[in-house]
């Protein structure tokens, strides 16, 4: 099946810092999905980005599909950032459903 | 809208009992999932719909098993719960192609 890895596994930063998120993947995808999940484990999507760039407030994303990974931009880090940070792929049809990577970490301190 | 429903939130079994997990999405969507997250770990898929009426294994399927009951719901029973079911359980609904999936808030799960 496809391979997703993401990268740092943990990251922790003060709060205004920038931070840049990094997913790759080991085959052509058709859709690719970023997730936060809070600290009372909800899955909140962030973006529907199987290429191009999006941007949603202090966050952006952009996914290079011919090059086979996405991006994830958080500009001025606060507090409520703080969780982990996952990538979903599927390569198409619905037949696999979402494969997702290990996730990142973030911690954003006071 | 309430989006992908999941019940119950939290639940504990004791080794060898059974349960059903429930979910319903009011999207709209013809496919759903079931999905479990370990310590760690990213989600894995248990098993998937790609629509009504037909149900397939995913990465995970042994010691678990589904039913789609119509186009809203999809329900995961485990018929005799082992401690290394111990996880949460996360349901997710979409349609195909081009759209994104919604999760459920999850169902944790202790088995003892």
Redo the contacts between chains.
Sequence with gaps: ?IQ?EQSPPDLILQEGANSTLRCNFSDSV??L?W?HQNPW???I?LF?I?SGTKQNGRLSATTVATERYSLLYISSSQTTDSGVY?C?V?R????????????THLIIQP | NAGVTQTPKFQVLKTGQSMTLQCAQDMNHNSMYWYRQDPGMGLRLIYYSASEGTTDKGEVPNGYNVSRLNKREFSLRLESAAPSQTSVYFCASITFPNTEAFFGQGTRLTVV
């Design positions: 099946g997703v058709n859709n999905q997730f484990g909800q899955l999507n529907y199987p996952f979903a599927e198409g049809g619905g037949a696999d459903g979402l494969t997702f990577g290990k996730g």
